[in-house]
């Protein structure tokens, strides 16, 4: 069975980089994208983007500048970067798989709350 | 972007009531839109993709249907364990967006 187990720091300061990573246990990592997608009482859920096994990515154009996502096939891991985090940040993150053709999120992590706080 | 808009916004039924919950979208999606289950606390689950397929696991009371840029969600015969939000997510074109939810409560 697919599980993502994703880590990170929960509590930022306005302007630090947000970082987490998600890893993959059971099934393929290489024959699927992964994303990120989080979730505020303001803006509900959101997609950030998404990564593929070899590093190609897309992502939501009204974060583009700051986010990056990358991709480590050898760890079955993949990872987001948010820089220059505000309080408008401050939300659950969530790692998913991007299942197969029709695209949808078909296994996803437990969550994780980022606070951003001065 | 994808303008995706839910209704109700809430509903309170009974267990055995028939429960439909829509779900439109600013442009057309054909048929690319998810619906996702959520409880407290918890990451939302897939229940059904491309308008009408049940995901694997998912119990038939739960079907989908629509196209374009119309779409519902139908429990056809509530149970306690599917109180929740129930979120639609069109997977057309980037950025893919999410309707604002729909929370199912029981009476």
């Known amino acids: 069975q697919v599980q993502l187990q994703q880590w990170g720091a929960g509590l930022l300061k306005p302007s630090e980089t947000l970082s987490l990573t998600c890893a993959v246990y059971?099934?393929?990592?290489?024959?699927?994208?992964w994303t990120w997608i989080r979730q505020s009482p303001a803006k509900g859920l959101e997609w950030l983007g998404e990564?593929?096994?070899?590093?190609?990515?897309k992502y939501n154009p009204s974060l583009k500048s700051r986010v990056t996502l990358s991709a480590d096939t050898s760890k079955k891991q993949f990872s987001l970067k948010l820089s220059s985090v505000t309080a408008a940040d401050t939300a659950v993150y969530y790692c998913?798989?991007?299942?197969?053709?029709?695209?949808?999120?078909?296994?996803w992590g437990q969550g994780t709350l980022v606070t951003v706080s001065s | 972007d994808i303008q995706m808009t839910q209704s109700p916004s809430s509903l309170s039924a009974s267990v055995g009531d028939r429960v439909t919950i829509t779900c439109r979208a600013s442009?057309?999606?054909?048929?690319?839109l998810n619906w996702y289950q959520q409880k407290p606390g918890k990451a939302p689950k897939l229940l059904i993709y491309?308008?009408?397929i049940l995901q694997s696991g998912v119990p038939s009371r739960f079907s989908g249907s629509g196209s374009g840029t119309e779409f519902t969600l139908t429990i056809s015969s509530l149970q306690p364990d599917d109180f929740g939000t129930y979120y639609c997510?069109?997977?057309?074109?980037?950025?893919?967006?999410f309707g604002g939810g729909t929370r199912v409560e029981i009476k």
């Open positions: 998913a798989r991007v299942g197969s053709s029709p695209q949808k999120f078909d296994y």
């Open positions: 059971g099934g393929s990592f290489g024959h699927y994208s």
């Open positions: 990564v593929t096994p070899s590093g190609s990515t």
């Open positions: 442009q057309s999606l054909k048929s690319y």
């Open positions: 491309a308008a009408s």
């Open positions: 997510q069109q997977s057309n074109s980037i950025p893919l967006t």
